[in-house]
Nanobody
C-alpha cells in the first residue's frame, strides 16, 4: 500500500520561501501523477500543482503560477514544492496526493493516496 510523507512546512514572513517534500514509498505500481493540494480553515481544498512522473509535465493554479515550482527526484522517489514570494493567503495545510491511474486528473477525488499534511503559515 503506497504511503506519502510530507515535510518542510513551517512559519515564514511574507516574501519568504519554503520547500515542501513528499516522499513516496511502498507503491506496488509506480505513481503516475503527484499533486499538491492545500486547505485553509473555513475554505475548500484547492489544487496547487501537479506533476506527471513520465516526462515531468506540470500544471499550476493561477494563484501560485510564477511563484511555486513542483519537481521530482526519481532516484529519491520524492516530489518537491518550492514556494517563493509567499503571501499570507498561502497559509494552509498542504497535502501531497498520488495516483497510479493512467490519467492524471486535476480533481482531488481522483487521488487515492494522501499524506498527513504539513502546515505552512505566512505572516504579514
Amino acid at each position: 500500500q503506497g504511503q506519502l510523507e510530507e515535510s518542510g512546512g513551517g512559519s515564514v514572513q511574507a516574501g519568504g520561501s519554503l520547500r515542501l517534500s513528499c516522499a513516496a514509498s511502498g507503491f506496488t505500481y509506480s505513481w503516475r501523477c503527484m499533486a499538491w493540494f492545500r486547505q485553509a480553515p473555513g475554505k475548500e481544498r484547492e489544487r496547487v500543482a501537479r506533476i506527471v512522473a513520465s516526462g515531468g509535465s506540470t500544471v499550476y493554479a493561477d494563484s501560485v503560477k510564477g511563484r511555486f515550482t513542483v519537481s521530482q527526484d526519481k532516484a529519491k522517489n520524492t516530489v518537491y514544492l518550492q514556494m517563493n514570494s509567499l503571501e499570507p493567503e498561502d497559509t494552509a495545510m498542504y497535502y501531497c496526493a498520488a495516483t497510479t491511474a493512467a490519467y492524471c486528473s486535476l480533481t482531488s477525488s481522483a487521488y487515492p493516496y494522501w499524506g498527513q499534511g504539513t502546515q505552512v503559515t505566512v505572516s504579514s
